[in-house]
């Protein structure tokens, strides 16, 4: 009986073998098909491996009849994924820091059965995952899935959050108490994901590393926020910040030196209003959360960049240079 249940599924194995040992570049010939049917205990002549191809691309596959070296092979030329987008979406994989190492590893071989083995082999070759920095919480992914369910369902979500020691331990936020709150929306920045969610014992919109909770839990109470965080833009809000530091929102004026205009149209994107400021520097005003990271940015593009308005943003500069000339002795 199992043998007559397999002979039912020699297509399927057909379609198997050609989605995995051919491509554009290689191809399998009828006596190959046969034989690997063979080793499957399955039975076949070489009309019947006709019919089942042809019944394949019936069914929509692209399976292409080539004449090489004095023999037929067939090739599926096409499928759901190309090459070059399996070759995007491991580059994705490995340079996300936010998937851990096993976890990369494991997407990228689920990556790899889209294409043929040669194929495969290429896709392996372009994977460097050992050096990168990685984060060392497995349960991101649940994380992620919690999150999508509690905005779908508005519902409010709880979660433990943690930071690192310098001995690489965990130590939790609120001796481990869990924090409630109504997420908003998860965003991608620097490698990392970050939910921004509505605290309600703060009053305002936070945000939090998705790789620093653990435990999260969708609740069964709606979320329940005031208009104002309804309206909430995460796009805006990103823009505002630098490194997905929190601050004080204001509107801040900063002159460039002209070199450092496409540097500023990156950050700020190309409808940001460029002002002539003399014959070699231009301004911008731009919303941001005023933060350390935010004044580093400018204080690294040393004096070509300086913040004009407002004055009390322009000390705070003032004081991070000081403080940190002070670490040198200067």
């Known amino acids: 009986m199992a043998g007559a249940k397999d002979q039912k599924l020699k297509t399927l ?20 098909i046969v034989a690997y049917l063979g080793s499957l205990g399955i039975g076949a002549e070489r009309k ?27 090739r599926l030329v096409s499928r759901e994924f190309q090459l070059p987008e399996l070759k995007l979406l491991v580059d994705a994989v490995s340079s996300s820091k936010f998937i851990t190492r096993k976890k990369s590893l494991e997407l990228i071989k ?50 433990k959050y943690f930071n690192y020691s310098p001995k690489k331990e965990r130590v939790m936020r609120r001796s481990g108490d869990k924090y409630v ?28 590393r998705v790789d620093r909770m653990t435990e999260a839990d969708v609740s069964r109470e709606k979320r329940g926020m005031p208009d104002s965080v309804t309206a909430f833009d995460p796009a805006l809000h990103t823009n505002e910040m630098f490194s997905m530091y929190s601050g004080r929102r204001c509107s801040v004026t900063m002159s460039f030196d002209n070199s450092l205009a496409t540097v500023v149209i990156d950050r700020y994107g190309p409808d940001i209003i460029m002002l002539p400021d003399g014959p070699d520097r231009f301004s911008v005003t731009a ?13 690294g593009f040393g004096k070509d960049a300086r913040i004009t308005s407002p004055h009390d943003v322009a000390e705070q500069l003032v004081e991070l240079a000081e403080q940190v000339a002070s670490l040198y002795g200067i």
Not at 145 to 157: C, F, P, R, T
């Open 13 to 32: 194995y057909i379609m198997r073998y050609l989605e995995r040992n051919t491509d554009s570049d290689h191809g399998a010939t009828v006596e190959e």
């Open 287 to 299: 919303d941001v959360m005023v933060s350390p990271t935010f004044l580093g940015w400018i204080f």
């Open 48 to 74: 019947s491996i006709y019919a089942d191809i042809e019944l394949l691309r019936l069914f929509g596959m692209d399976i292409e009849t080539a004449r090489c070296g004095g023999r037929f092979e067939y």
């Open 110 to 159: 689920k990556l790899e059965q889209l294409c043929s083995v040669s194929q495969a082999r290429q896709l392996r070759r372009n994977v460097y995952v050992d050096n990168r920095v990685k984060t060392m919480n497995e349960s991101i992914y649940y994380n992620v899935d919690a999150i999508h369910q509690s905005i779908n369902g508005d519902l409010k979500l709880s979660f």
């Open 181 to 208: 709150v109504c997420p908003l929306a998860l965003t991608f920045s620097d490698g990392n994901y970050y939910l921004y969610a509505y605290a309600p014992e703060h009053g305002e919109v936070r945000t939090y």
